[in-house]
């Protein structure tokens, strides 16, 4: 099992990343909270990883806090939650929010997450319930992380930020609407960001 990784950051691309670790680029896939708090593309970057075995293939998910790789280590053991809802879950409300949910019976919010039907989201609040009560006091997942430095210029950061979202679940025409009006955001990942939290704000 592959735990943790720490080497270079070499590739940044929505949702996945390429970590150099003493010449083995380790490629993986992250939550849209983690991508943003990563540093630019060339520095020194640390990632808590979560190993997913199958027949087909092994994959390897990174992310920037270990509260957030226990939440996902906890959704995938919910039932119909796979690995890429897990991490569209993460990418649309950090930590705190989500036991908000939880803990609130809000299906409501749940539901306006990629791939989380009214159904799954009474499901996610049933079978999460009864773990948040030993979790301690999550803070918001993006508190006092901050990008490391821009990220690496782009030929269409707006279509790399839909690309992304389509990746998450969403279809692309509403990926587009999301995004309108977001081009001056700059990066990939604030597009991201931006859409996301409007979204949610929805």
Same mark, same amino acid.
């Given at each position: 099992?592959?735990?943790?990784?720490? @080497?270079?950051?070499?590739?940044?691309?929505?949702?996945?990343?390429?970590?150099?670790?003493?010449?083995? @680029?380790?490629? =993986?896939?992250?939550?849209?909270?983690?991508?943003?708090? !990563?540093?630019?593309? @060339? &520095?020194?970057?640390?990632?808590? *990883?979560? !190993?997913?075995?199958?027949?087909?293939?092994?994959? =390897?998910?990174?992310?920037? #806090?270990?509260?957030?790789?226990?939440?996902?280590?906890?959704?995938?053991?919910?039932?119909?939650?796979?690995?890429?809802?897990?991490?569209?879950?993460?990418?649309?409300?950090?930590?705190?929010?989500?036991?908000?949910?939880?803990?609130?019976?809000?299906?409501?919010?749940?539901?306006? !997450?990629?791939?989380?039907?009214?159904? *799954?989201?009474? #499901?996610?609040?049933?079978?999460?319930?009864?773990?948040?009560?030993?979790? &301690?006091?999550?803070?918001?997942?993006?508190?006092?992380?901050?990008?490391?430095?821009?990220? *690496?210029?782009?030929?269409?950061?707006?279509?790399?930020?839909?690309?992304?979202?389509?990746?998450?679940?969403?279809?692309?025409?509403?990926?587009?609407?999301?995004?309108?009006?977001?081009?001056?955001?700059?990066?990939?990942?604030?597009?991201?960001?931006?859409?996301?939290?409007?979204?949610?704000?929805?």
């Amino acid at each position: 099992m592959i735990g943790r990784l720490r @080497g270079t950051l070499l590739e940044k691309q929505p949702p996945w990343l390429v970590v150099d670790v003493a010449g083995v @680029g380790y490629e =993986l896939e992250a939550s849209m909270t983690t991508l943003v708090a !990563l540093p630019a593309v @060339g &520095e020194a970057v640390s990632l808590h *990883t979560h !190993l997913t075995v199958r027949d087909d293939a092994h994959l =390897l998910y990174g992310f920037a #806090r270990e509260q957030e790789r226990a939440l996902f280590r906890a959704l995938i053991k919910v039932n119909g939650v796979g690995p890429k809802l897990a991490l569209a879950i993460l990418s649309g409300m950090d930590e705190a929010a989500f036991q908000r949910c939880v803990m609130e019976d809000d299906v409501k919010a749940l539901t306006r !997450l990629p791939g989380v039907g009214k159904k *799954t989201a009474e #499901r996610l609040i049933i079978e999460m319930r009864d773990r948040f009560p030993h979790w &301690e006091a999550l803070e918001p997942a993006l508190a006092g992380l901050e990008a490391g430095g821009a990220a *690496t210029p782009r030929q269409d950061p707006l279509a790399d930020a839909e690309a992304a979202l389509v990746s998450l679940g969403y279809k692309p025409a509403e990926a587009a609407r999301m995004l309108a009006g977001l081009e001056e955001a700059g990066s990939t990942e604030a597009m991201i960001k931006a859409a996301l939290s409007r979204r949610m704000a929805g």
